[in-house]
Structure formats: C-alpha cells, structure tokens
C-alpha cells in the first residue's frame, strides 16, 4: 500500500473513530448523574427525553431545505465511500523499474517471466510461478516451483539461489529478496469401485 493511501485510510478511520467516540460519550454522560458536571453550553436534556423526538423530527421535515439536504449528503456520501472503496480494490498494476542507467526501465512482468523460464529449465522443475512486489528499494521476489515426482528439494535450492543471486544485478538500484515456496507434483491414482 503506498503511503498516501494508508494516510488517508488512517485518517478516515481517525476521523470516523472520534465522532463515535465523542457521540458516544454525549449521549453517555448527558444522561447519567454526571450530566450537571458537563461544561457550561452543553445542552442537558431531561432525564425521559430522547435525543430526536417525534416532534423535534416532524419539524425539521416541514423546512424546506430537509429533504434536499439528506438526498444530497446519503448521495454524496455513498458516491465517496463507493469511490474509496473502489480505490483499494484496484488490481496489481506491473510497474516499471527505474533502473541506474539513464532513461532505462525494466517491466517488473518481464523480469518475472524470464525468471520463470530461468527456474522451469533447471532438471527437476515442471512448473514454476514467479512474483515480484516492489517496496521502496526492494524488490521482493516470491517463488513458487513445483517439483517433479522423485525429485529432493535440495538438488534444486542451490540453482535458484543462484538464479536470485544473476537476478540482482538486472534490477541494479534495487536489491531482491527471494521467498520460495516448493510443491511436489501429485498424481492422482485412480480409485477402483
């Protein structure tokens, strides 16, 4: 998540968190004995009272402005929370890496796709799914290889760690951190009835 978005996520929240709080408080403290030790304009109501009557409310829909008013705030205010929420659903974007050389970038798809293809020729490995999520300077580099039937994860590890290791010096500015997941290819055996 970039750090703009998780400011103005925190700051929603923030928002949102201290208008319950400080609604949740009035409503708390305007009603118990400690409503006569509320500061001086705080309105006190009566001790059967509700916070909007039936009269209160009838009144305020006889103004002309109500209806135009809670039409244009629940609109406006779904309209924001579908954007908002529109906005961090987005799909992985493939970014460009700036690179060291002027004017160079590399596809971040590209380099996955030759590290995968990289990964599926070494002996052993049928099947292979590479990932890169860039954070800052570092690019994190998730792995997930699918060895064939028979074959010991240990004869494969030092050929992608070497693999990771060629993979550095393409994406020159950033350094690659290697997460790697390994799976052995099943096959299903038929079940006789």
């Known amino acids: 998540m970039t750090p703009a978005r998780t400011a103005v996520n925190r700051t929603v929240l923030a928002g949102a968190g ?18 006569d030790r509320l500061p001086h304009g705080w309105p006190a109501p009566a001790t ?3 916070l909007l009557d039936s009269g209160t ?15 244009t705030a629940g609109v406006l205010a779904t309209v ?16 460009r890496l700036p690179l060291a050389v002027p004017r160079g970038d590399l596809r971040s798809r590209a380099l996955e ?3 995968a ?7 052993g490995i049928s099947r292979c799914r590479a990932r890169l999520y860039v954070r800052r300077r570092r690019l994190h580099l998730h792995l997930r290889i699918w060895l064939d039937t028979g074959t010991a994860p240990d004869t494969v590890i030092e050929q992608l760690t070497a693999l990771s290791s060629e993979a ?13 997941r390994i799976n052995h290819v099943t096959h299903r055996v038929q079940h006789v009835r």
């Open 18 to 35: 201290l208008a319950l709080l400080t609604g949740g408080t009035y409503l708390a403290a305007a009603r118990a004995p400690i409503a």
């Open 48 to 50: 059967d009272a509700v």
């Open 57 to 71: 409310l009838a009144d305020l829909r006889a103004q002309g402005w109500w209806t135009p008013a809670v039409i």
């Open 80 to 95: 924001l929370l579908g954007w908002w929420l529109l906005r961090q659903l987005h799909p992985r974007r493939r970014t």
């Open 113 to 115: 796709d030759v590290i």
């Open 117 to 123: 293809e990289r990964a599926m020729s070494i002996n």
């Open 168 to 180: 550095a010096p393409a994406a020159a500015p950033y350094e690659i951190d290697t997460l790697l």
